[in-house]
DNA sequence: TCGGCGCATGTTAGCGCTCACATTCGCCCT
DNA sequence: AGGGCGAATGTGAGCGCTAACATGCGCCGA
């Protein structure tokens, strides 16, 4: 910086200045300071800046690791959101979800001077971090406990996994049968606990629930295969699309044709839902929009709004063609 | 860390040294350091280390945006390696693949005085820019170019290709059709090339080719209805597995029944492809290795070992249930 | 013509750490 | 018993920037 103060013939700070697109700068001197940085090829040096201004304009991203579509896109729409902002992005994995790993990926962070934590696990793990981690800065929850803080940014759970069941309901099916996702997650019990109320609100059955999936399709389609030796099953709702990929697959290698047989439901609505065979019925979260959301929360409570909150994102039904009244339905 | 110094009772180096692990303290004195650390929850400020140090510890990351399989894997799995090798991610990726926007991005991370910059972007605007780019710091592509430069981290598309086409052959297709991903993508590219090459090499028919496809299910249901329309079409290997789904999904809504009328194969294995109708033969990449070599190949760079290389990851083909012979095959 | 006001720019002092070197201390060897 | 050596610790400077304040300069109105 010196350097190119010398060449330009100014003082280093004129050149911060100009850096920082300060008022008040004589469009020659800038034009000086300009070309002579673009002469030197200068590049300022952000470590320097982060502990000149205390600002380091970095915001800490904790997920869950393995690649699932839902945090992942909320990533990248949340970088976007941020890049927009002015602000970038330092990245953390999880390997395992304890609340030790998220604590010690928290400290990771918290050392790189971010001004913002967001974290994007909704595992049950995040649930006593989030509540007492008292970390002098905002952290904001995606896809979390919608109870815990108001500080999250969420596709609305409840009425989405109501959604779900109630179409199902609505097309003339007895009950409806469900595939849970791993208990631990949060929204997984949140779909189940739903599902089960929508349920009985409506006076059905409510069929024995398996635990065990892992929103692979995998999991799906070992479900799948316990459920499709059970008669009477016409209609199920799959905690997420892939699960429901893997279901459908299993309820296929039985025999059972979907929908004509069985109907199913999934849950995220991926890209490549609607070319499953057959395309399938779900219900469609926004993660982009989550990823913005988070964005415009933090920055509002960098801004010292501390009680800052942005409703949840509403779950919209999709139907496609995994779904048909029952088989022998009057 | 002068108040860490003061409670445990020695000089601020001394805590530096605890910090940094420097041989040569005595436990005792280590522990009093400890000790104060967690007594004022003292966390060391990377901006100062960094500054003072001129190591960063971060290595930064573009990707391509969108959320792509093959990419956010790799970056994944990078995290992981990065982490374990204790350097942390700067993550950007691009709204719109451009040599500006990849200049850009590169600079935003250059200023966070990253050690080495990782390129996920198998696109041909990254080609000029890693081949001219003197950064002073290493370049590693991950799945670009394989010949662009040895500092190259991918999978043998040329090998999987073949092997996707002749395995079409072997079952005794007349010829194969492709269905290729966008004309601007390496991989895109390299892959065609194969094919046509495979297919010559066993003097075969080179059928017409379609451009167009950009990776997702919808462009490969697209190029699935103009092929379903077309009569002798009886193989086609589709340049990913998200554009085989959507072939699959246009190939049934023609009525022609995959592998029985028409054989398909992928490329790439997503978690998802063992449960597609039918399940999907494909071959195979491993991006998980990709991100631990990419990351191998860094800290050999960064130890000075100039043209540091690894070798290509292996494509293996899957066999699954999509891929039969033809229908009146003798 | 001159004081004074405000805009443009310069000056100085750290931010919190690490590096290179200086110092101290304990202990062994002769 | 004393010199010397190495292990443990301390000291001072400076990394490249920004914040706060100081200064200079041109121009307006009386």
Redesign the interface.
């Known amino acids: 910086m010196a350097d190119v103060a010398l060449l330009a013939q100014v003082s280093h700070q004129t050149v911060s200045r100009v850096l920082n697109g300060s008022p008040g700068i004589r469009p020659g001197t800038r034009d000086r300071v300009l070309m002579a940085i673009d002469e030197l090829g200068y ?6 800046r ?2 000149a201004s205390k600002r ?1 304009g970095n915001i800490g991203v904790i997920t869950s ?3 699932q ?1 839902g945090p ?2 909320v990533a ?1 729409s949340l ?2 959101a941020a ?1 927009a902002s002015g602000y ?6 999880l ?1 395992e979800i304890t609340e030790r790993s998220l604590r010690a990926a928290a ?2 962070l ?4 971010v001004e913002a934590l967001v974290v994007i696990v909704s595992h049950r793990a995040a649930l006593p971090f989030t509540k007492s981690f008292d970390v002098g800065i905002p952290v904001v929850l995606v896809e979390g406990d919608l109870s815990a803080t108001p500080l999250t940014a969420g596709v609305d759970q409840v009425q989405g996994a109501r959604l779900a069941t109630r179409h199902l309901l609505d097309l003339g099916h007895d009950t409806v049968y469900h595939i849970a996702g791993p208990p631990d997650w949060i929204e997984a019990m949140v779909r189940r606990d739903a599902w089960r109320e929508e349920l009985k609100q409506a006076r059905r059955r409510v069929p024995p629930l398996r635990w065990g999936g892992d929103w ?3 999991s ?2 070992e479900a799948g295969r316990v459920l499709s030796r059970e008669p009477g099953v016409t209609a199920v709702f799959a905690a997420n699309d ?1 699960m429901a ?2 279901l ?2 299993a309820l ?1 290698e039985a025999g059972r044709r979907v929908p004509e047989d069985v109907s199913v439901v999934g849950f995220d609505d991926l ?2 839902s ?4 057959p ?1 399938l019925t779900t219900i469609r979260q926004d993660f982009p929009e989550l990823g913005r959301r988070a964005m415009a929360l933090i920055q509002r409570l960098l801004k010292g709004d501390a009680h800052a909150s942005v409703p949840l994102v509403e779950a919209v039904l999709i139907i496609r063609e995994s779904t048909a009244p029952p088989p022998f339905h009057n």
Chains 1, 2 share one sequence.
């Open positions: 590049r300022r040096n952000v470590a320097a982060i502990l380091s690791g393995g690649g579509f992942t896109s990248l970088e976007a890049h970038s992005l330092s990245l953390v994995t390997s400290d990771r918290l050392e790189q001077s692979s399709a995998r799906g389609y892939q990929l893997g459908i697959r296929n890209p490549e609607p070319f499953f065979s395309p």
